[in-house]
């Protein structure tokens, strides 16, 4: 496992943007995929986007797709979120997670969280 740490949250107006990052410890980053998922108020947990070891697979959900990309830098040990076009309804507690080489769209396809970073977009 990797102990990741998520910052780049914030207060934004609709239409606007935002950049997430996610540090990882280790020194293995290159060899995990990476995802974001998000949970909004009295909401079940989300998943957003994630990005595969290689960098060469990359996914979205419906919801974001167009507006959020994710990348990923292994010599900073970080992936990261950008987001655009921003709406009220991507308020929510955006979390990073990691897993070794496969890759996922579910909680349980990932082993490894982090404390999550809150990002409210006002209307």
């Known amino acids: 496992q990797v102990q990741l740490v998520e910052s780049g949250g914030g207060l934004v107006q609709a239409g606007g943007s935002l950049r997430l990052s996610c540090t990882a410890s280790g020194r293995t980053f290159a060899s995990y995929s990476m995802a974001w998922f998000r949970q909004a108020p009295e909401k079940e947990r989300e998943f957003v986007t994630a990005?595969?070891?290689?960098?060469?697979?990359?996914f979205y959900a419906d919801s974001v797709k167009g507006r959020f990309t994710i990348s990923r830098d292994n010599n900073k040990n970080t992936v990261y979120l950008q987001m655009n076009t921003l709406k009220p309804e991507d308020t929510a507690t955006y979390y990073c997670?990691?897993?070794?080489?496969?890759?996922?769209?579910?909680?349980?396809?990932?082993?490894?969280w982090g404390q999550g970073t809150q990002v409210t977009v006002s209307s």
């Open positions: 997670a990691a897993r070794e080489f496969l890759t996922g769209r579910t909680e349980a396809d990932f082993d490894s």
């Open positions: 990005i595969s070891w290689t960098g060469g697979n990359r």
